[in-house]
């Protein structure tokens, strides 16, 4: 049974086959959302310094600048769909006629999710 009721579909085999490298990603965009994120590219940096002070010029300066804006992005969008997920499930948990199942939907896939969507022609 998939995560919105109804039967659920075999996955074509493309997809069973990078369901481990989605798996890997999402895992590691969560990892990315977390405060220690911020300490591995500092530890990088620092290492960089050390080790080729030479090549810590602008260009050095702007990627570092990318990699950590990237991470201020990353915790920033993991807080909103955390705190929206927060409130979804509330919301599904004190009404009747929802269906029960939903509020475990955020554990599956993304691609799982939109056929799933699709299937039950929710906008």
């Not at 955390?82 to 009404?95: F, G, P, S, V």
């Amino acid at each position: 049974m998939g995560a919105f009721g109804g039967t659920a579909r075999a996955p074509p085999p493309l997809t069973r086959m990078a369901s481990p490298v989605g798996t890997f990603l999402t895992k590691i965009g969560t990892l990315t959302a977390r405060p220690e994120a911020f300490l591995v590219v500092l530890g990088y940096v620092g290492l960089w310094a050390v080790i080729e002070p030479d090549t810590l010029d602008w260009h050095g300066a702007a990627t570092i600048a990318t990699w950590l804006m990237t991470l201020v992005i990353q915790r920033s969008e993991h807080r909103d769909t955390q705190a929206l997920h927060a409130k979804i499930d509330e919301l599904l948990r004190n009404n009747a006629k929802a269906d029960s199942n939903l509020t475990h939907v955020d554990e599956d896939e993304p691609e799982e999710v939109e056929k799933e969507r699709e299937a039950r022609d929710v906008p």
